[in-house]
Each structure stands twice: as C-alpha cells, then as structure tokens.
C-alpha cells in the first residue's frame, strides 16, 4: 500500500523559510516522478513545482521560481520542497503527489502571515 506522509509545514512570518518534506512507503520514489501541489482556500488544487525521476529536471511554477527548490533523496525515499522569501499568497495545504498516478499525501499546512 502506497503511503506518502508530508511534514514541515507550519506558520512563519513573511520573508521567513520553510521546508517541506513528504515520505514515502509502499513505493520506490525513484522510479518515479514527483511533485508538489497546494491548495488554498476557495482556490484550485495548483502545482508548485515538479521533479522528474530519470534526470532530475525540475520545474516550478512562475509565482515560485527563484524561491522554492524541489529536490529528492532517493535513499531516504523522501523528496523536499524548500520554500525561501515566503510571502502570504504561498499559503496554502502543500500536497505530494506521485506524477501520473493517484497517489497523493494528506497535505500540510503552510500558512505566512504578514
């Protein structure tokens, strides 16, 4: 059974960092691509930012390029967001998601207050 479990999330205040981080069981996240998504409230689920699983190219959405970095550890199974220059608008639940496929994690809270 495919289980991705998130953490890392919280309230910071603008400016401030935070890392996000989503691990997995059940699957080998290195054969895989991953990404990460958020969804605020009222709002559509919205991706963040991606990570291919043969080359490692990533990409990000243009409201988070230059501040957040997605990147994998494959030997601990887990793939991390770091999220720098936070402002209120990136407030959100962040979700992993394993790339074309249905499995997703329960999401954690980011919340920026300004």
């Known amino acids: 059974q495919v289980q991705l479990v998130e953490s890392g999330g919280g309230l910071v205040q603008s400016g401030g960092s935070l890392r996000l981080s989503c691990k997995a069981s059940g699957i080998m996240l290195s054969a895989y691509g991953m990404e990460w998504y958020r969804q605020a409230p009222g709002e559509q689920r919205e991706l963040v930012a991606g990570?291919?699983?043969?080359?490692?190219?990533?990409n990000y959405a243009d409201s988070v390029k230059g501040r957040f970095t997605i990147s994998r550890d494959n030997a601990m199974n887990t793939v991390h967001l770091q999220m720098n220059s936070l402002k209120p608008e990136d407030s959100a639940v962040y979700y992993c998601h394993v790339r074309s496929s249905d499995h997703w994690g329960q999401g954690t809270q980011v919340t920026v207050s300004a």
């Open positions: 990570i291919n699983w043969s080359n490692s190219k990533t």
